[in-house]
């Protein structure tokens, strides 16, 4: 008879798997040495972790191989969910560590942007003229946009995947069989990339250049292979080309990859009764001519083109969380524009994208269901309205639990923000403000990696950001509900 894996055992020998996986994608930069042979030299930054790592993840794995595997207990997905991605970051941060361009702080805060999608960084002029590491960046990157428990779950099935996949914060399948799901996801997310590297070339970028940038927009990362970040490109290629093309990215990143199965299969009809298409769209008719005052008022009322050229595309960036720039520095844009900036990107891109912040649809429920309540409150008792939105192409109906636990994350998330802006303040050098600082969490929070520099001035507001951009990733309750169940453990009280 098979002995069974359940508990602590259990979680230790999943997360095997998950550093194992981790110490593959180490070694996967080492493949651009063919493309660059000069730097060979930083081939051991990769190696040498990566293959401590799989040794380390097989290990871990031999606890639960040839075992039958029971179901993880209440709350046990989250302590493996948070396990999975703190030891990602901190393993994926050995290869900056052992090259020594960047502090043990630099390296963590670096990988923590990375797998996060945040885009804020730290690279110094000598990390940017490593296309090695630049594309090792831009792989977590990847990893990060899709979600690290996704890759996995496209080689596990249902049983052991689901509750893991659910909580990372995906809440749509595209298919009955999540595996199946998850290859599809990747075919599609890697299938946007590839046309758009293509799209960034026709439009004069190196190819190197454009990959990673195609990367960056889809992830919703705001990676840039360059110091200058995308502005750099502004003179060498077809700059509207180049901006378009990144709208178009920035925005296909942001949105529910179930929408992506339905324009593929040509069912249009279901993207654009989508509650998140509308609260898109209706976002963006009040905000981008916001912006375009902001900007506009900044320039000194000259310049409208390019004012509504910046305010749109800083409007699109902030939304979908991205953090792309079409300014040489966001500072120019005005104190308006960045208080605009930290509303939109609060309010982030769609659920089941590679987006951050509260997302659309829980503001969509959150405003449908104050005019439900205030409707309600104007008619008769007798009357009874339904309450229902589209949502992935069905109407699903919205009970008090779900615009309960809408208002409520969006509660702690501001709770959090403000608290975490504070914070960075004291951590923050002497002429920093509380405003400069909030602006700085908020990206951190959202996802977003539009920065004013001061992520870059000490390591005291780098690990308040690191904070925050773990917070933002994993959406807070998943982190509780793991200390939540760690703690009980630790009293041995049961978890009901």
Request: a positive charge.
């Given at each position: 008879?098979?002995?069974?894996?359940?508990?602590?055992?259990?979680?230790?020998?999943?997360?095997?798997?998950?550093?194992?996986?981790?110490?593959?994608?180490?070694?996967?930069?080492?493949?651009?040495?063919?493309?660059?042979?000069?730097?060979?030299?930083?081939?051991?930054?990769?190696?040498?972790?990566?293959?401590?790592?799989?040794?380390?993840?097989?290990?871990?794995?031999?606890?639960?191989?040839?075992?039958?595997?029971?179901?993880?207990?209440?709350?046990?997905?989250?302590?493996?969910?948070?396990?999975?991605?703190?030891?990602?970051?901190?393993?994926?941060?050995?290869?900056?560590?052992?090259?020594?361009?960047?502090?043990?702080?630099?390296?963590?805060?670096?990988?923590?942007?990375?797998?996060?999608?945040?885009?804020?960084?730290?690279?110094?002029?000598?990390?940017?003229?490593?296309?090695?590491?630049?594309?090792?960046?831009?792989?977590?990157?990847?990893?990060?946009?899709?979600?690290?428990?996704?890759?996995?779950?496209?080689?596990?099935?249902?049983?052991?995947?689901?509750?893991?996949?659910?909580?990372?914060?995906?809440?749509?399948?595209?298919?009955?069989?999540?595996?199946?799901?998850?290859?599809?996801?990747?075919?599609?997310?890697?299938?946007?990339?590839?046309?758009?590297?293509?799209?960034?070339?026709?439009?004069?970028?190196?190819?190197?250049?454009?990959?990673?940038?195609?990367?960056?927009?889809?992830?919703?990362?705001?990676?840039?292979?360059?110091?200058?970040?995308?502005?750099?490109?502004?003179?060498?290629?077809?700059?509207?080309?180049?901006?378009?093309?990144?709208?178009?990215l920035m925005i296909m990143g942001a949105i529910n990859f179930l929408l992506h199965m339905f324009l593929i299969?040509?069912?249009?009809?279901?993207?654009?009764?989508?509650?998140?298409?509308?609260?898109?769209?209706?976002?963006?008719?009040?905000?981008?001519?916001?912006?375009?005052?902001?900007?506009?008022?900044?320039?000194?009322?000259?310049?409208?083109?390019?004012?509504?050229?910046?305010?749109?595309?800083?409007?699109?960036?902030?939304?979908?969380?991205?953090?792309?720039?079409?300014?040489?520095?966001?500072?120019?844009?005005?104190?308006?524009?960045?208080?605009?900036?930290?509303?939109?990107?609060?309010?982030?891109?769609?659920?089941?994208?590679?987006?951050?912040?509260?997302?659309?649809?829980?503001?969509?429920?959150?405003?449908?269901?104050?005019?439900?309540?205030?409707?309600?409150?104007?008619?008769?008792?007798?009357?009874?309205?339904?309450?229902?939105?589209?949502?992935?192409?069905?109407?699903?109906?919205?009970?008090?639990?779900?615009?309960?636990?809408?208002?409520?994350?969006?509660?702690?998330?501001?709770?959090?923000?403000?608290?975490?802006?504070?914070?960075?303040?004291?951590?923050?050098?002497?002429?920093?403000?509380?405003?400069?600082?909030?602006?700085?969490?908020?990206?951190?929070?959202?996802?977003?990696?539009?920065?004013?520099?001061?992520?870059?001035?000490?390591?005291?507001?780098?690990?308040?950001?690191?904070?925050?951009?773990?917070?933002?990733?994993?959406?807070?309750?998943?982190?509780?509900?793991?200390?939540?169940?760690?703690?009980?453990?630790?009293?041995?009280?049961?978890?009901?």
């Open positions: 008879m098979k002995k069974t894996a359940s508990g602590y055992r259990l979680i230790f020998g999943y997360l095997g798997l998950f550093i194992t996986f981790i110490g593959i994608t180490m070694l996967l930069p080492l493949f651009v040495l063919f493309a660059y042979p000069q730097e060979a030299a930083d081939w051991y930054c990769f190696a040498a972790p990566g293959g401590g790592a799989i040794l380390v993840g097989i290990a871990l794995f031999m606890l639960i191989f040839k075992r039958d595997k029971a179901q993880l207990g209440k709350h046990q997905d989250a302590i493996l969910l948070v396990l999975i991605w703190l030891i990602s970051i901190f393993v994926a941060a050995v290869p900056f560590i052992i090259k020594g361009e960047l502090t043990f702080t630099q390296s963590i805060f670096e990988t923590t942007s990375a797998f996060g999608t945040i885009g804020l960084t730290v690279f110094n002029e000598s990390c940017f003229n490593s296309h090695i590491f630049v594309l090792y960046r831009s792989i977590i990157c990847f990893l990060g946009g899709i979600g690290l428990v996704l890759i996995i779950t496209s080689a596990i099935s249902d049983r052991y995947g689901l509750k893991l996949y659910i909580a990372e914060g995906h809440n749509d399948k595209l298919m009955p069989n999540l595996a199946k799901s998850a290859r599809l996801i990747l075919g599609i997310y890697i299938g946007i990339i590839l046309l758009g590297t293509g799209l960034f070339v026709l439009a004069g970028m190196p190819v190197f250049d454009a990959l990673i940038h195609s990367i960056s927009a889809v992830a919703t990362g705001g990676f840039s292979s360059r110091p200058e970040g995308l502005i750099a490109f502004q003179g060498s290629t077809n700059w509207s080309a180049v901006q378009a093309i990144s709208c178009i299969t040509g069912k249009f009809r279901k993207v654009w009764r989508d509650c998140e298409i509308r609260t898109f769209l209706i976002l963006g008719l009040i905000f981008i001519p916001l912006f375009f005052v902001a900007v506009l008022a900044q320039y000194g009322w000259q310049n409208p083109v390019q004012a509504l050229c910046e305010g749109s595309f800083t409007f699109i960036s902030a939304i979908t969380t991205t953090g792309f720039a079409n300014t040489a520095s966001i500072i120019n844009l005005g104190e308006v524009a960045l208080f605009l900036i930290v509303i939109v990107n609060i309010i982030g891109g769609g659920m089941g994208s590679t987006a951050g912040g509260i997302k659309q649809y829980r503001l969509a429920i959150a405003c449908k269901s104050f005019y439900w309540s205030t409707r309600e409150r104007l008619s008769s008792s007798n009357y009874i309205y339904p309450h229902y939105v589209w949502r992935c192409g069905e109407q699903k109906e919205i009970k008090a639990n779900d615009s309960s636990e809408a208002f409520s994350y969006i509660i702690i998330y501001i709770a959090i923000l403000l608290l975490g802006g504070l914070v960075t303040t004291f951590a923050a050098p002497e002429g920093w403000t509380y405003g400069q600082a909030l602006f700085e969490f908020s990206n951190a929070l959202s996802s977003t990696g539009l920065s004013n520099g001061l992520c870059q001035t000490n390591a005291g507001v780098q690990w308040c950001l690191i904070v925050g951009m773990f917070l933002g990733r994993l959406e807070i309750l998943s982190i509780f509900f793991a200390l939540y169940r760690v703690g009980r453990d630790i009293l041995r009280k049961e978890t009901h």
